[in-house]
């Protein structure tokens, strides 16, 4: 069985910074691109950061760019998500997402085979 569980997500002062961690299971990260989506009460899911297969490309929204980092510990079998200087606008769910796709995209999160179950993130203004 393939699984993908998330965690570190919490609550935070708006300008703050978070680490989201997810851990996969029943397969290996070295094959896969991986992403990180969020999605908020009454919206669509949308994508914020992925990383190819190769570990040298990233892609951002344009929502975090500069301020979200992805990264991929494959001999931990690990994905993470630093998000810096949170903005009251990025409250969700967020979720890290697997998919054997040679250049990861943001935009289609339905590319993506594997999910987590999510991690919610809350910032106070």
């Known amino acids: 069985q393939m699984h993908l569980v998330e965690s570190g997500g919490g609550l935070v002062q708006s300008g703050g910074s978070l680490r989201l961690s997810c851990s996969a299971s029943?397969?290996?990260?070295?094959?896969?691109?991986v992403g990180w989506f969020r999605q908020a009460p009454g919206r669509e899911r949308e994508g914020g950061s992925c990383?190819?297969?190769?570990?040298?490309?990233?892609r951002y929204a344009g929502s975090v760019k500069g301020r979200f980092t992805i990264s991929k510990d494959n001999v931990k079998n690990m994905v993470y998500l630093q998000m810096n200087n949170l903005y009251p606008a990025d409250p969700a769910q967020y979720y890290c997402?697997?998919?054997?796709?040679?250049?990861?995209?943001?935009?289609?999160?339905?590319?993506?085979?594997?999910w987590g179950q999510g991690t919610q993130v809350t910032v106070s203004s």
């Open positions: 997402a697997a998919a054997p796709l040679p250049i990861c995209t943001v935009e289609v999160p339905q590319l993506y085979d594997y």
């Open positions: 029943g397969f290996k990260l070295d094959y896969y691109s």
């Open positions: 990383l190819t297969i190769s570990n040298n490309g990233t």
